[in-house]
């Protein structure tokens, strides 16, 4: 199984045993709001918590070396649902690196095929 879709799988279950030997220990996350730069102690502390939830997962790209997301998020706190797409950097098969974008969308949206 990809390392991508072994992500999905692990963040949307919160399995935090999972998601620890999927990160790297130095991996750094660029989220597309706040100019902050998560690391692997803060990715672990969010995940699990329903925050977000995510639905429509597509990995547009993947190798050994790099990975390419696009998926729509949903937050708790009620805020507008976001197209992101997330380019992903791996070293010794784990996640060093996340630069995130995001889009806006409307509350009438339709995720293509359903």
């Known amino acids: 199984m990809s390392i991508l879709k072994q992500y999905e799988t692990a963040f949307d279950s919160g399995d935090k045993a999972a998601l620890d030997a999927l990160i790297h220990d130095d991996c750094k996350f660029y989220p597309h709001v ?24 597509r990995i547009l790209f993947e190798n050994d070396e790099v990975g390419v ?26 996640i060093i690196r996340v630069e995130t974008g995001a ?12």
């Open 69 to 94: 997301h696009h998926s729509i998020a949903h937050f708790a706190n009620g805020s507008t649902s976001e197209a992101v797409l997330a380019f992903y950097e791996f070293q010794d098969g784990k």
């Open 34 to 57: 706040g100019g902050a730069v998560m690391t692997k102690p803060d990715i672990m502390a969010f995940a699990g918590t329903g925050a977000v939830r995510t639905e429509a997962h």
């Open 103 to 114: 889009t806006p969308l409307s509350d009438d949206y339709k995720v293509i095929g359903q």
